[in-house]
């Protein structure tokens, strides 16, 4: 492989993405469910608008879990499926997704770590599925942008930075 | 990785600053930072120790504007330039779209150079990604400094080139920003093509968006 691939996802994709993780959000009583791309880019975000920097957040979530990733080899695991986050009010619970993307569940008091973990499975299971759909749609890996997306992008950039 | 999202319009990508401990990386994003409008930027994330060296990562997200109806944004990263750090820095580097390798061109660290430009070539070949063919460039910082080595030099030790193979790439190539010079080449009977290299005093900003415009430039290609 040259580098890495990308990725894209269609509006179809996006909107089946947002019915699993509301569906989910109402079963588990919890506020917020952001995806993140391993890479630490924010692929989606449902429920209550979170009150802090949503891109920041997502780059500390990606690197958080590839460290916990690391140190599960060390242990001898192949992995950490999931973590969690304790607070005082507010936890955070957070899951692999297809081995691409993570899901942060954001829940305070008014639900239980362990429903959000029941529930969660259910809704990683929704989300494995409907990613893999989306990586096998064009063959084995991830989809290919359109040709020519970014035909002229060179003069903009020219532009932005004088 | 670059990630595009056609549902919000939105094209992301992955831009990794490397390079050995005190070279300048971490300079490099404090000044887009400081120059960059607060609205084209996000917040800057370091994860730095009390003594300011970078021991997970500075992040940066910039936003370079609405390109073909998608907004484009950059996300910046450094990695800990220390030796020992290895583990958090290979970590930076998955789903990378682009490198910037700051090296800091004073003669003492030149060694100190040489190790982590081939550290980078191990660490980007374990993810089986190929440093020859990714957007790359590389940054001589602190060309101020009456240690720094001439460009020739480090350009000998850092940026010798690789062996193009593939016929179709076997054309000279001019280096844009560098009227004379290539950046594919026969030499010697053998094709040899060479990363993009710019000259930067990053802690005055001298060069530091022309190396961003450089790279961000080359991954932007690489998805038209």
Known sequence: ?162 | MSMINYASREINCKLVYYGPGLGGKTTNLEHIYGKVSPNTRGKMISLATETERTLFFDFLPVDLGTIRGFKTRFHLYTVPGQVYYNASRKLILKGVDGIVFVADSQIERMEANVESMQNLYDNMSEYGYDLTKIPFAIQYNKRDLPNAAPVRDLQASLNPGWPIEDGAQQKVTPDPTRPGENLVERVDNQWVGRAPYLEAVAIRGDGVFDTLKTVSKMVLKTLS
Request: aromatic share 8%.
């Open chain 1, 1 to 162: 492989m040259a580098g890495a691939a990308s990725w894209s996802f269609s509006e179809s994709d996006f909107k089946q993405i947002q019915q699993h993780l509301q569906a989910f959000l109402r079963d588990a009583n919890a506020r917020c469910a952001l995806l993140v791309d391993r890479t630490g880019q924010l692929v989606a975000t449902v429920g209550e608008p979170p009150q802090f920097d949503p891109t920041a957040f997502a780059s500390l979530t990606a690197a958080d879990f590839s460290a916990n990733d690391q140190l599960a080899k060390m242990i001898g695991e192949h992995e950490f499926a999931s973590l969690v986050h304790q607070g005082e009010k507010e936890s955070m619970f957070l899951a692999d997704v297809a081995k691409r993307v993570i899901l942060v569940v954001l829940f305070d008091q008014r639900t239980t770590l362990g429903l959000v973990k029941l529930k969660g499975k259910g809704a990683v299971e929704k989300l494995n599925k409907v990613f893999e759909e989306m990586f096998n749609r064009v063959g084995a890996g991830p989809t290919t942008p359109q040709k020519g997306l970014l035909e002229g992008a060179e003069d903009e950039i020219d532009k932005l930075f004088g």
